[in-house]
């Protein structure tokens, strides 16, 4: 059940970024995709299976990646 909770919040996340992907909007990745991101990492590291788990990992990364590039806000 966690990890099925933790797939939605991975979804979730993915729609985030990839509004953030968009120029000037970069910021809501750090209000909207982090912290979705990491509570369906922590959710998805509580579960038995692991998919959750690597799906908010590498939104995590993507969403860090992004801020990292655009400067931290753009």
Known sequence: ????????????AIVFLLLGFIPLLGWTN????LPAALVGLVLGALSRERGGLVLNGSVLALAALRLFLGGGVL
């Open 30 to 33: 750090w209000f909207l995709t």
């Open 1 to 12: 059940m966690l990890n099925v909770i933790s797939i939605v919040l991975g979804v979730v």
